[in-house]
């Protein structure tokens, strides 16, 4: 009987820490004032996510709430605290102005035991630093000028893989169709190697970059757990990476550099730089060179990164045309009157098309890829203008996608408009009112590839095919609930017509 007592004693104690630790750890933003909804327990603010509620939704909800009432809100994952940037000055000031206060953005990777997941968008501190000093000019105008062939040459792949396929069907899935293109390009770019997956569907680079992307090794809620318990996770070793895709991509990346190195080969690709920085001698050490293990993570990165974002944005761009016949045919005016001044389909050209540039651009503010933006405060930091202290640890979230539908600031946000982009409505907005591409010194490396990858697929669909809505186009638009990379539930159906020149 007294064991039971001391047992029941015990677990009466050990129910009353927990309750008074969730307790302790929900007041957080209340003791600081900072506007938030009530946490429930166990999940805080996370309750339904991805189930009952979108990631992208749920940002959207809390920023239409509290903007205007404060210049951040407060969310609890699990006890968590993070703050909801509401406020684009204090957005500026912690993207751009205080950058070196803010650099990383904290993510679990394990670059010792599991080698891809050490790429750009996870390191931090001087590592970060270091590669991503190293990686920039692979992504200057001169490389991209360099790529423009290889890219068109997938782009005519892609063109006689639509007329053949209409043939037989002319309502298309086209998220499938783009994402091969894409990944086509980035296959010969990223690796050098001609994936052909418009052809061959069961091509390996096509079911591992998938795989990487949709069936990750975790499910989001314990990715977010080893974000936060990073020190705890690389001690007990724990990998964020298939086994199957770390195989594939290592494989790859080995025989691609053995093969160049043996047979003298340099292309003007992102591995050759890759093999160039390689050569520095690193042994490991991330202020000289690069180790194979890092190269292969890096490359990885670009493939996975490469791929869905542009392949979504020409989705999404094809998908606003089909609704917005004007706008197409305006577009499509517009690449025939560069054409025909230019005489072919040049690097100059494609960069002297004003309207296509807005047009992805409007394209990018109703779908960003990635829908929030996400920082680590690295020493505790007062929020100008108020009392509030974001304190060394919290992560600070931008809310892309709700900012860049807001009605404010983007008037009646579900038009779209490529006339919002032109260079006097810019100027007129706050230069944060737009995040596609993120901001500041960690902004998105690849900005021009994936611009001149999206103008490429643009201009070589729009010159050749008619695109407008069937019965099986989604209406309104609902987006797949993986947080990842924007994209449309159950892909997007398009009716394609080619177009006949008399
Ligand atoms: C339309 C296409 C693309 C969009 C909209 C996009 C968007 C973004 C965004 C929003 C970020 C985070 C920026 C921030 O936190 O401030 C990012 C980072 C990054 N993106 Fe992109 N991206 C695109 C294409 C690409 C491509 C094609 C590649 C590679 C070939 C790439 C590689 C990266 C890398 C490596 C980072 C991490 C940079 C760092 O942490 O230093 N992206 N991108």
Request: charged share 25%; aromatic share 12%; net charge positive.
């Amino acid at each position: 009987m007294t064991v039971l007592n001391s047992l029941l004693a015990v677990l009466i104690v050990l129910i009353s820490l927990i309750y008074w630790y969730i307790k302790r750890s929900f007041s957080y933003w209340s003791s600081r004032g900072v506007p938030h909804n009530k946490p429930t327990i166990p999940h805080g603010s996370m309750k339904g996510l991805g189930k009952t509620v979108s990631f992208v939704h749920f940002t959207q909800n809390y920023y239409m709430k509290f903007r205007g009432t404060s210049k951040l809100c407060g969310l609890y994952f699990f006890t968590r605290p993070i703050a909801l940037l509401l406020d684009l000055d204090l957005i500026k000031t912690i993207l751009v102005k205080e950058f070196a206060k803010f650099s990383d953005r904290s993510f679990y990777y394990n670059d010792k035991d599991d080698p891809l997941s050490g790429h750009l968008v996870a390191l931090d501190g001087v590592k970060w630093k270091n590669v991503r000093q190293k990686l920039t000019s692979t992504f200057s105008s001169s490389k991209m000028k360099y790529m423009f062939p290889t890219i068109t040459a997938v782009g005519d792949r892609l063109t006689n893989y639509l007329n053949e396929t209409i043939k037989e069907s002319s309502e298309l899935e086209m998220k499938n169709i783009l994402a091969r293109f894409t990944m086509d390009v980035i296959g010969t770019c990223a690796f050098g190697i001609e994936c052909d997956t418009l052809k061959d569907i069961d091509n390996d680079f096509y079911r591992m970059g998938r795989m990487a992307i949709q069936k990750p090794r975790h499910n989001q809620r314990i990715a977010f757990l080893l974000n936060d318990f990073k020190r705890l996770a690389r001690f007990l070793r724990i990998k964020t990476i298939r086994d199957d895709v770390t195989a594939f991509f290592m494989g790859v990346t080995i025989s691609t550099i053995d093969y160049r190195e043996k047979n003298n080969i340099q292309r003007n690709d992102f591995m050759d730089l890759l093999i160039k920085l390689k050569n520095e001698d690193s042994q490991g050490d991330f202020t000289k060179g690069l180790t194979v293990n890092q190269i292969a993570a890096q490359s990885f990165l670009f493939f996975v990164a490469g791929y869905e974002t542009s392949s979504t944005t020409m989705l999404f761009a094809l998908y606003e045309l089909a609704l917005n016949q004007e706008v197409q045919s305006k577009l499509r005016r517009e690449i025939q009157n560069a054409l025909k001044k230019h005489g072919n389909f040049s690097y100059e050209m494609m960069m002297d098309i004003p309207y296509l540039d807005q047009t992805i651009q409007e394209t990018l503010r109703k779908y960003p890829p990635f829908t929030t933006l996400r920082r680590m405060a690295q020493n505790d930091f007062k929020v100008p203008g108020t009392n509030i202290v974001i304190e060394k640890g919290v992560s600070v979230v931008v809310p892309v996608y709700a900012i860049q539908r807001d009605p404010e600031l983007f008037p009646e946000p579900e038009k779209f408009s490529p006339e919002r982009f032109t260079p006097e409505q810019v100027k007129n907005r706050h230069p944060m009112a737009w995040l596609a591409f993120g901001e500041g010194p960690r902004n998105c490396i690849a900005l021009r590839f994936g611009m001149m990858q999206t103008r490429i697929g643009l201009i070589t669909l729009l010159t050749k095919f008619e695109f407008s809505p069937c019965e099986k186009t989604l209406i309104p638009m609902v987006f797949s609930s993986s947080p990842i990379v924007l994209s449309p539930k159950d892909g997007l159906y398009l009716a394609i017509k080619p177009i006949t020149t008399e």
